[in-house]
């Protein structure tokens, strides 16, 4: 990362079509109590007001920015090079890590499908980082001890979205009846810290992923959106799979999954993750089932084990694990009309089934639990169960599996070890209600991530829209993040246009939960925009919307002269 | 309306693009208690279940269907020659209605902007029909003498969609726990009756848009989209409009609203009825100013009364009349962000203002309900002054309007003339329920009938989710047919392209809303596309969707041979 005049032509491979700032845009950077701790945020700048109805307007709004070095006009990102690790002296600071030399990540055996054929390795490798002497090193364990680490505070700035210099008088506050939050009016560091200390929230951040900024999962602070990404064995280079994540991040996507299947796993995660200033999550049985040649049965613990360090090893932030999907609960699929639509779930019930015998990711919860907290990798406790359709909604089930995923949570909170719930899935709107309060009394608070869910089936190429409002309405209820869902689900891999459609769509979702719920300044942007539309300050309009472009091409559509833009 | 063979190519000008039938569908006829009462459905036809796991499949679905004749490829459409007058024994056999030969749309004087010049008076022209002798005409009157009419029985067969006949078993009912209905689970002609004389439901039928297939607006029955067209000044021919209408119930819309402004709203208006089989809306308040030369201030109950028997006698089905803009109400909206919004509602204000009293929409109140129940025109009563933004939402000025509302649906009553209440808006989800319930409250359950409403303020370009998400949830709760928004909402005029997306868009909002709701069947067309994704039946499900085109699309895109879509 150097300054972009120093950067040579051609070097910045992340250049133009997926970066560069959004028109009237500009990084502003808000300094916390140290130096080397900078939030970025996007600035909008408004033009003049043209009335001038006496009221102090607003020289700019400061949003929440996920783009990281990408979205900073000033830096030169070489995808090469990978990106600077932002928070590589805090985690030294800490003198609980140590970097060792022979990783599984390099003694990985040729049975790992796809490994250093084709799309190349990272040019630049680094040993990996864990904890000393079998420590712990989470967020939550720092959180336990009463540590505000360097991470919480970067969080509880960002969270505010410098709020505090905007003219609040504009806000008549709405009187909030349902879904409100118990949260202050402005999030400190120490709120952050107790927080995650209750599990109430996650800060999933990899020691072995240092170029991420921080964020957080939690049902009292902003509403996350997630995007996944990944090739296939069909589909797609390692270098589009990059774009991909650099796209997502420009429009908003807070955490990115990486989904990937076939040849080249390892390459295509190293490659993001050098790359990603936001955290990623994976589903580790998937590499594990490349490496025994797609067999279910085949499966063993001592391979999932040894995925499960090569990736935390590379930085993954957070696994998604199917532990939940035990034996005894597999015969109540059997009046489902989609049975388990789960790949990860799938997996898991026809290893039982082969074997007779509850899943290795079950019985060896508490040394996955070691694992975990040596990295600080956080739980993405998967529902391998969710329903695949409306019909199979709120069934025995989905709800056998929550109820183990609240034992599972204890377990791994027991370990210190951070935690998220993942929810459906299909679900009618007048079912939404009992999926979120159940999962908030099961899992004790543990932050919730849905996909979707979609409240209807009969719409498929609009699978982003039926999600959408699934989404807003479990959003406002109490899920911390919602996993996006793009118009081409259950039809084919999203595209870069979807990509985009889909993250504004949930955006859309999580900023109409984030209102409802009531949070602080949540309407400042709406005020704005609203505020411009009405003075027909078209320029303003577009540049304070969630997709700037759209809402230009389309008026360009009716009225094209630049003129018509002004007044 | 004649044989498809023997129609000549190149007079069939509704062809091709706008209509014909959807893949692996046809259109099937259920006749009720008289030969000429046949009832429209689209029947889609199932391929062969591949696993066969012994539970029968249904052969095919019957869905409901707004397409009218369009929608049948054995009929010949000349929009030349319009619809046949489906209804016009029903009409006639009453004998309660007169034709006469001295109309308002023919004495027309030539301050009616645009009157008969440019796109060409409709080719056939007939004498109008009004009630004979000041008599009442209105469906609700018929209902509250206890009369059963072959409009009540058209809907009833129509809303259960040949349920009777479906496979029920399949469906697990879900436990409704919100926003149920009282209703029984096959709709009777009964039921129909006895909704519409307590006015929960409107059936929209001007006696003098024979050519309408009838349709229900209430909240006991299925949740009804409907979409806006309309020329300006600006674009669009008269004929781009009809295709545009014909093209809008192609996807699904259930009624259409015509608010052309600028030249030839007479003659558009006109090509638009007699060819539409769905119920038309317009607010007539568009076409007076016109008369005024847009100076709303020479506005005037004249010139107001002539357009809406002008506009009676062509057959608008309802009207969107802004009587609840009362002066003493405009003061509550100095403190909104965006002032007032509504067209209708600022025309209105602005007379109010200038000649400092109560609008003659108001005042003449009861004369309008004489003319609406001549022609049984329904009322939809306006509201000048919705939200225009999220600050604005929920506050005094809305609200006062909407106790006037309910005032003024006790008078339409009085007259026994059929009345919905038109909604916001712009409203953030928690802040829907109240919308409502005050609704429901100080309407006396008057169908409701909104705009979205739209959940934030951030995403121009993308209103159509912002709205659906809204959309849906307040369907949820209680309103009857929601006012599609496309994405150029703020923006521009939509296209073709826009109204389609607009209206599937908003299909799913009314879906999502009848499956909350426990609308019984409901579910039945989610079930059989769920199973068929489950069996990979992918043309089944492709032809399923709301849209059967798209998914085909995006499928294509990524497994483009035949072959992948039959297993």
């Given at each position: 990362?150097?300054?972009?005049?120093?950067?040579?032509?051609?070097?910045?491979?992340?250049?133009?079509?997926?970066?560069?700032?959004?028109?009237?845009?500009?990084?502003?950077?808000?300094?916390?109590?140290?130096?080397?701790?900078?939030?970025?945020?996007?600035?909008?700048?408004?033009?003049?007001?043209?009335?001038?109805?006496?009221?102090?307007?607003?020289?700019?709004?400061?949003?929440?920015?996920?783009?990281?070095?990408?979205?900073?006009?000033?830096?030169?990102?070489?995808?090469?090079?990978?990106?600077?690790?932002?928070?590589?002296?805090?985690?030294?600071?800490?003198?609980?890590?140590?970097?060792?030399?022979?990783?599984?990540?390099?003694?990985?055996?040729?049975?790992?499908?796809?490994?250093?054929?084709?799309?190349?390795?990272?040019?630049?490798?680094?040993?990996?980082?864990?904890?000393?002497?079998?420590?712990?090193?989470?967020?939550?364990?720092?959180?336990?001890?009463?540590?505000?680490?360097?991470?919480?505070?970067?969080?509880?700035?960002?969270?505010?979205?410098?709020?505090?210099?905007?003219?609040?008088?504009?806000?008549?506050?709405?009187?909030?009846?349902?879904?409100?939050?118990?949260?202050?009016?402005?999030?400190?560091?120490?709120?952050?810290?107790?927080?995650?200390?209750?599990?109430?929230?996650?800060?999933?951040?990899?020691?072995?992923?240092?170029?991420?900024?921080?964020?957080?999962?939690?049902?009292?602070?902003?509403?996350?959106?997630?995007?996944?990404?990944?090739?296939?064995?069909?589909?797609?280079?390692?270098?589009?799979?990059?774009?991909?994540?650099?796209?997502?991040?420009?429009?908003?996507?807070?955490?990115?999954?990486?989904?990937?299947?076939?040849?080249?796993?390892?390459?295509?995660?190293?490659?993001?993750?050098?790359?990603?200033?936001?955290?990623?999550?994976?589903?580790?049985?998937?590499?594990?089932?490349?490496?025994?040649?797609?067999?279910?049965?085949?499966?063993?613990?001592?391979?999932?084990?040894?995925?499960?360090?090569?990736?935390?090893?590379?930085?993954?932030?957070?696994?998604?694990i199917h532990a939940g999907v035990r034996l005894e609960h597999l015969p109540l699929t059997s009046r489902r009309?989609t049975g388990i639509v789960s790949?990860g779930g799938s997996?898991m019930a026809?290893?039982c089934h082969?074997?007779?015998?509850e899943s290795?990711l079950y019985?060896?919860f508490?040394?996955?639990?070691?694992?975990?907290?040596?990295?600080?990798?956080?739980?993405?406790l998967g529902d391998g169960m969710r329903p695949g359709?409306?019909?199979d909604a709120n069934d025995e089930a989905q709800f056998a599996e929550l109820k183990t995923l609240g034992e599972l949570t204890r377990l791994?909170?027991?370990?210190?070890?951070?935690?998220?719930i993942e929810g459906p899935g299909?679900v009618?709107?007048?079912l939404?209600?009992e999926n979120?309060e159940l999962q908030?009394e099961q899992c004790h608070?543990?932050?919730f991530?849905?996909?979707?869910?979609?409240?209807?089936?009969?719409?498929?190429?609009?699978?982003?829209?039926?999600?959408?409002?699934?989404?807003?309405?479990?959003?406002?209820?109490?899920?911390?993040?919602?996993?996006?869902?793009?118009?081409?689900?259950?039809?084919?891999?999203?595209?870069?246009?979807?990509?985009?459609?889909?993250?504004?769509?949930?955006?859309?979702?999580?900023?109409?939960?984030?209102?409802?719920?009531?949070?602080?300044?949540?309407?400042?942007?709406?005020?704005?925009?609203?505020?411009?539309?009405?003075?027909?300050?078209?320029?303003?309009?577009?540049?304070?919307?969630?997709?700037?472009?759209?809402?230009?091409?389309?008026?360009?559509?009716?009225?094209?002269?630049?003129?018509?833009?002004?007044?």
């Open positions: 990362m150097n300054e972009n005049r120093n950067c040579p032509r051609g070097t910045n491979s992340a250049e133009s079509a997926v970066t560069g700032e959004f028109p009237h845009s500009r990084r502003a950077y808000l300094t916390g109590s140290r130096p080397d701790l900078r939030v970025p945020m996007r600035e909008i700048l408004l033009t003049d007001s043209p009335g001038g109805d006496g009221a102090a307007k607003p020289a700019s709004i400061h949003v929440y920015d996920t783009a990281g070095p990408y979205g900073d006009a000033t830096l030169c990102c070489d995808i090469r090079s990978g990106l600077a690790g932002l928070r590589e002296n805090w985690i030294a600071e800490r003198y609980d890590t140590e970097t060792y030399s022979d990783p599984a990540l390099l003694s990985e055996k040729s049975n790992c499908a796809g490994r250093g054929s084709g799309a190349g390795a990272f040019p630049v490798s680094r040993a990996p980082r864990r904890s000393r002497s079998g420590g712990n090193v989470t967020q939550m364990h720092y959180a336990r001890q009463g540590i505000v680490t360097p991470e919480m505070e970067f969080v509880a700035i960002r969270e505010n979205q410098r709020r505090e210099g905007a003219d609040t008088q504009q806000q008549t506050p709405h009187p909030v009846r349902e879904g409100g939050m118990s949260r202050p009016a402005v999030i400190t560091p120490e709120y952050v810290r107790s927080e995650v200390a209750r599990g109430r929230a996650i800060i999933p951040l990899n020691i072995n992923h240092p170029e991420a900024e921080p964020m957080i999962i939690g049902r009292n602070f902003l509403v996350k959106v997630n995007a996944n990404i990944g090739n296939s064995a069909l589909a797609s280079s390692v270098m589009d799979e990059v774009e991909k994540m650099i796209w997502a991040i420009r429009w908003g996507a807070d955490t990115v999954m990486d989904l990937s299947t076939g040849a080249h796993i390892h390459e295509t995660r190293e490659w993001i993750l050098r790359n990603s200033p936001v955290p990623i999550g994976t589903v580790p049985i998937y590499q594990a089932l490349e490496k025994v040649a797609g067999v279910a049965e085949d499966l063993s613990w001592d391979v999932f084990r040894d995925t499960l360090v090569e990736q935390a090893e590379q930085g993954v932030d957070y696994f998604t009309l790949r997996i026809k290893w082969a074997h007779r015998c290795f019985t060896r508490e040394e996955i639990c070691e694992i975990m907290k040596a990295y600080d990798v956080s739980f993405s359709s409306l019909h791994a909170w027991k370990h210190d070890v951070q935690t998220m299909h009618p709107l007048h939404i209600r979120m908030l608070e543990a932050p991530y849905t996909l979707g869910p979609l409240v209807t089936d009969v719409a498929p190429g609009y699978d982003h829209i039926t999600s959408a409002i699934g989404g807003a309405m479990i959003g406002w209820l109490g899920t911390s993040m919602l996993c996006y869902v793009t118009r081409k689900e259950h039809l084919g891999l999203p595209d870069k246009d979807d990509v985009k459609e889909g993250i504004v769509t949930f955006k859309i979702a999580a900023h109409a939960a984030d209102l409802a719920k009531g949070h602080p300044g949540a309407r400042l942007r709406d005020d704005a925009l609203s505020k411009a539309r009405f003075e027909f300050r078209w320029k303003d309009q577009f540049n304070l919307a969630l997709d700037p472009e759209m809402p230009q091409r389309l008026h360009d559509l009716t009225l094209p002269a630049e003129a018509d833009k002004a007044s």
